[in-house]
């Protein structure tokens, strides 16, 4: 019996251990969604809208461009969004939406389009100014000619919203 209990005492002391080490990983700033903030620091965030500035517009992208820029900020650090004078600010405009032909087909046809969608960034650490940058992120997708792009239009500006503000996100507070 008393064998039996010692292997338990070994088991919660192993647990209480784990538990120890990941809440002192979480408190430190470190989080396993790869946000390094510095929270005693760093509290606040400033999320401007970004207008679309290219000359091919699609409606619905640049409010779904927004609400998922400030979603991914708010779902994955505990920095408090503010209007005006974040300790971090991210500002910038969708500057380009395009569409080109990516293949042809031995037919001479096209046979794939591909879609891209390009945004300015400009990013202000006012607690560390030498992480300021302005810099441009893209994603593209690909989707068959014989498709018409209304009919895959939501789901690939959707796909290239998401990788752009991840990477967004990596490159402000990641710091990968």
Known sequence: MKKKFAHYKIHIGAIICLIMFLSACSFSGYRFNGASIDYSKTKTIQIADFPIRSSYVWGPMGPMFNNALKDKFANYTHLEQVKRNGDLAIQG?????????KSVSSEGYSAQTELTITVNVK???????KQDF??????????E???????????LVEQMIDDIVDQIFNATVANW
């Open 93 to 101: 405009q969708i500057t380009n939406y395009t569409q080109r032909n």
């Open 123 to 129: 990013f202000t650490n006012r607690t560390n100014h």
């Open 145 to 155: 000619t014989t498709q018409s792009l209304n009919s895959v239009q939501a789901q």
């Open 134 to 143: 302005e810099r441009q992120f893209s994603a593209s997708q690909s989707y």
